[in-house]
């Protein structure tokens, strides 16, 4: 097997890519080449989906109109605003084995950042960071039609992990941020979306910070006992 395996020259490149993908928390102040982002959107759009309606729709967003999204969020965070995002993402009560990870996750970053349990002030100051982009000088904000069903959802999660993946071909690292859909009416208000999109989420874009503590930070997976089922006889 090991032999067949080892036959597949690109495996490398392209594993390289999967496995240096992370979420990325602390950006340089470096500016990423406008070209860069269009190319890189150009062949996520090759992702596969349902009769190929293509249901993606990004907004670019860099430089002063970047700046303004992210003082209004940010705004919006520390006047202590709860979200009102327009669907769930998280489940609506957590159960096992799923809360386990998410605090796993949750310790992990913040034992890095040295943030103790039960911290609240620093706990939503890092949470904050979600509304600066972690510095990144552009973010992609991703919509979709909202009369759209799940399997149009399907279709956007390969779209999104192409991005995630291609960026690492330029050398640029992402962040997904599902709390960038927290606050939809303020996102919609500054872009000019309209009201029949759903802000699902969006991806900080740019250089990492390799002297920043924060990126060391890389959740545990799963082994492969934990989710795949063999079929064989």
Partial sequence: MKDSVNKHPLRHAVHRAILSRK????????????????????????????????????????????????????????????????????????????????????????????????????????????????????????????????????????FLQNIMIGARGYGLHTCPQAALANYPHIVKQQLGIADDKIVMCGIAIGYENPDEPVNTFQPTRIPLEDYVTYHRD
């Fill in 23 to 158: 979420s990325t928390r602390a950006f340089l102040p470096k500016t990423v080449d406008p070209a860069i982002i269009d190319e890189l959107l150009q062949i996520a759009g090759s992702a596969p989906s349902g009769s190929n309606i293509q249901p993606w729709q990004v907004h670019v967003v860099s430089g002063a109109a970047r700046d303004r999204l992210s003082a209004a969020l940010l705004s919006e965070h520390e006047a202590g605003k709860p979200p009102v995002r327009e669907y769930d993402y998280y489940p609506q009560e957590w159960r096992s084995p799923y809360i386990e990870r998410r605090r796993a996750t949750g310790w992990g970053l913040y034992g890095v950042l040295g943030i103790g349990k039960g911290d609240r002030e620093a706990s939503a100051r890092q949470h904050g960071r979600n509304y600066v982009f972690f510095d990144a000088p552009v973010v992609l904000i991703f919509t979709i039609d909202a009369d759209l069903p799940f399997g149009c959802w399907l279709d956007y999660g390969m």
